[in-house]
């Protein structure tokens, strides 16, 4: 099937006679008729359904689909990105581990990294997604597991070079994981390019429409866990914890995405629930009509922005001297996604002047849905960092984060021109 294919029937597909709409499996457990059926499934030796927190046929539909947008092998949805996140790191990483991340990534995922995990006793090692090869070999050491970048920065909206990454983090014997948030499968396929694992939020333009919180992981199966089994021995050597399973040997290029459930989300418990993947499978399903019209509508409204005496400045890859378009050509041709980054001249007044005279734009924590809307990190999403750590991530105080939406550009491109009017610099 192709992508569009895909995003329609892929995950479910209806035997004789039964839904054609996915059914949501509103149900905590399952019955068996025999204790030792049920020990089976208990034991892993088994695939089957006891208790929702594990796995629920609804969400595995929903992750399958995006499974196969992907191009993995398997997957798992989480309740939200920041879960994806976490136990995308976690599974592989503990006390003791460090892991390296590009710094200009979405705040949450930020404080995650730089702050929760580190009391957790895992350091994240942040570098700069410019930096030559030399400069980032030289952030690895003997503990470092992995290596995390989005494939589209939230909110600086930088475009991520994943074959240089690929090949840095193998040649040190670690998976490349990636956020592939901004980008969704319709637009760039990371595993194409050498990455191991991909994240998302599905609370962006895979739910679309600012609907449910979600999140997913998948694996390409491609890593080669075995080959540095010292490294990854929580997937290389006897889980005790769960009747002294290795999970490589038992599951192979299934192995961690079915340690993350076994073990993280047996204990962690972020599961999604059944109603929100209902939601985010409708969603998916038009995911390919929705992003080129994004992209479209986004790269008229960059062009205007661009060339306005009052914008100081904008990051948007799909134009054509933005620092980020050759990448941008290379791993996103089709367009990038709808969120740009801008600053007005007049600096953080002006920008809020700007916000504020908006009608039809709405402020909204939020990007990536069916409705144009914009923030101000500065003033909201990553109001708990300091001038200093905003720099340090690329984030300027002026910026401000517009996702532009799937209505009529026209209405979109009238309302920022009469606010930039309103604007004195
Ligand atoms: C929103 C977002 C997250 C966090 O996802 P939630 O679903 O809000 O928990 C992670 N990464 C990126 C790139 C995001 O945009």
Known sequence: MKIESKCIHEGYKPQNGEARALPIYQSTTWKYDTSEEMGKLFDLEK?????????????????????????????????????????????????????????????????????????????????????????????????????????????????????????????????????????????????????????????????????TVGGVIVDSGNFDWMKYGDKFHGLTTPDESYHGITYCERFGKGAYITKATA?????????????????????????????????????????????????????????????????????????????????IKGGRSASLKFMDSLKFVQIATHVADSKTCLLHPASHTHRQMSDEQLLAAGIKPDLIRLSVGIESVDDILEDIKQALDKVEI
């Open 47 to 211: 695939s089957g359904y006891f208790y929702t927190r594990l796995q629920n046929p609804t969400n595995d539909c929903v992750a399958n689909k995006i499974c196969a947008l992907e191009g993995g092998v398997a997957a798992m949805l989480t309740s939200s990105g920041q879960a994806a996140n976490f136990y995308a790191v976690f599974n592989i990483c503990e006390a003791g581990d460090s892991f390296i991340s590009t710094k200009n990534i979405y705040g949450g995922t930020y404080n995650l990294f730089d702050v929760t995990l580190r009391k957790l006793g895992i350091e994240c090692i942040f570098i700069d997604q410019d930096a030559s090869e030399e400069e980032i070999d030289k952030a690895f050491k003997a503990n470092t597991k992995l290596v995390f970048g989005e494939t589209i920065a939230n909110p600086i909206v930088s475009v991520f070079d994943i074959e240089k990454f690929a090949k840095i983090a193998h040649k040190h014997g670690v998976p490349l994981i990636m956020d592939n948030t901004f980008a969704t499968p319709i637009n760039c396929r990371p595993f194409e390019f050498g990455c191991d694992i991909v994240t998302h939020s599905t609370t962006k333009y895979m739910d679309g429409h600012a609907l």
């Open 263 to 343: 073990q993280l989300m047996r204990d962690f418990g972020s599961i999604q629930a059944p109603q929100n993947a209902f939601l985010l499978n409708i969603g998916l399903e038009t995911l390919h009509l929705r992003v080129p019209r994004h992209c479209e509508n986004a790269l008229k409204v960059a062009k205007f922005l661009s060339t306005h005496p009052k914008v100081a400045w904008i990051n948007y890859s799909d134009l054509e001297n933005d620092k980020y378009h050759a990448l941008q050509q290379k791993y996103l041709p089709n367009g990038s996604c709808g969120v740009m980054a801008f600053g």
